[in-house]
Structures are given as structure tokens and as C-alpha cells.
């Protein structure tokens, strides 16, 4: 019982088998006969196989300058964040600077305060000790 739609394939496989005895038959399927007048299309085959490729082509240059885009883009980044990290540097430096004790006494001094001599504890008792 074989399938209705490869029944003709087995009928043609059969038929060959027996007209060719011995011969081991390797093909399912006959050769493609051209009729007369008939002429297989070569150059619609070829240019065919040529938009395949030129669209394969440009679609692996689509994808090859979106990945380097991504790459400038991830490049110019990092610049960037080189750029804030030396100035986030200089300015915890700068403020490193301004809040030692020199500079601070330097800068009260200039806006006129004047250190203290004799320094005063609080006692929590309540008492004032000198």
C-alpha cells in the first residue's frame, strides 16, 4: 500500500527497475527533459542567485555599521565618563583642601573671628568649669 501521492514516484522507480534489471537505479525522480522549443532560463537562474546575494551583501553591511555605531557611540561614552571622573577628582581635592584645619583657621580669621584662649568644658552636673 503506498501513498497516493508518491504512487507515481514508485510507479516511474519500478518501471526503471525493471527495464534496467541489474543497474542499481539511484534516482526517485527522472532527469529534467527540455522539450523542443523549450530552453531552461539560465540567465533568470543567475540573476536570481545574484539579488540573493547583493541583498545578503547589503544586509551584512547594515549589520556590520549598526555594531560599529554601537561601538563609537560606547566609545565616546567612556570618554566622557573619563572626563567627569577627573572632574569629580579635582573638585573632592579642592573641597579636601578647604577643610583643613589651616585653611579653615586662615578663612575665619579673615572674617574676623578670633581663636578662642581659654577654652571652657560644660559639666552635665549643671557647672561651669574653667
Known sequence: MAIPLLSPTIARSRAAVINRGTKVVLRLVP?????????????????????????????????NTSLNQDA???????????????QRDSILREAAVKSSPDTLSVAATKLGMIPNTVPTFINLSGSIQK
Open 31 to 63: 532527469e529534467l527533459k527540455v522539450e523542443a522549443g523549450e530552453q531552461v532560463q539560465l540567465r533568470a537562474f543567475l540573476t536570481v542567485l545574484g539579488a540573493i546575494f547583493t541583498a545578503s551583501l547589503i544586509a551584512l553591511l547594515f549589520i
Open 72 to 86: 563609537f557611540t560606547l566609545s565616546h561614552l567612556k570618554h566622557q565618563m573619563n572626563i567627569v571622573n577627573d
